[in-house]
Nanobody, 117 residues
Framework: QVQLVESGGGLVQAGGSLRLSCAAS????????MGWFRQTPGKEREFVAT????????YYADSVKGRFTISRDNAKNTVYLQMNSLKPEDTAVYYC??????????WGQGTQVTVSS
């Protein structure tokens, strides 16, 4: 497992942008698939985006496709989520996650994103 720490959340108006960062510990970061998930009160955690260890492949939830971009810098052990054209329905706690294969088994503590209308 790796230790993950998210940052970059905050309050933004609808139509604005935020960039989330997730810093990972460990020397094997480049071997991990990395993902972003989000959760609102009373709802299950939902998938937002993922980037494979190879960087070549990225996947997005339909609700964020075309607005969010996931990227990673393996030299900095960091994964990013650039969020543009934010909507009030994007308001949630955003979590970073990591896995070598199968289940997502490492999670950060989460960072709050609030989009006002």
């Amino acid at each position: 497992q790796v230790q993950l720490v998210e940052s970059g959340g905050g309050l933004v108006q609808a139509g604005g942008s935020l960039r989330l960062s997730c810093a990972a510990s460990g020397r094997t970061f480049s071997r991990y698939d990395m993902g972003w998930f989000r959760q609102t009160p009373g709802k299950e955690r939902e998938f937002v985006a993922t980037i494979r260890w190879s960087i070549v492949h990225t996947y997005y939830a339909d609700s964020v496709k075309g607005r969010f971009t996931i990227s990673r810098d393996n030299a900095k052990n960091t994964v990013y989520l650039q969020m543009n054209s934010l909507k009030p329905e994007d308001t949630a706690v955003y979590y970073c996650a990591a896995r070598l294969a199968g289940e997502w088994d490492s999670w950060g503590q989460g960072t709050q994103v609030t989009v006002s209308s």
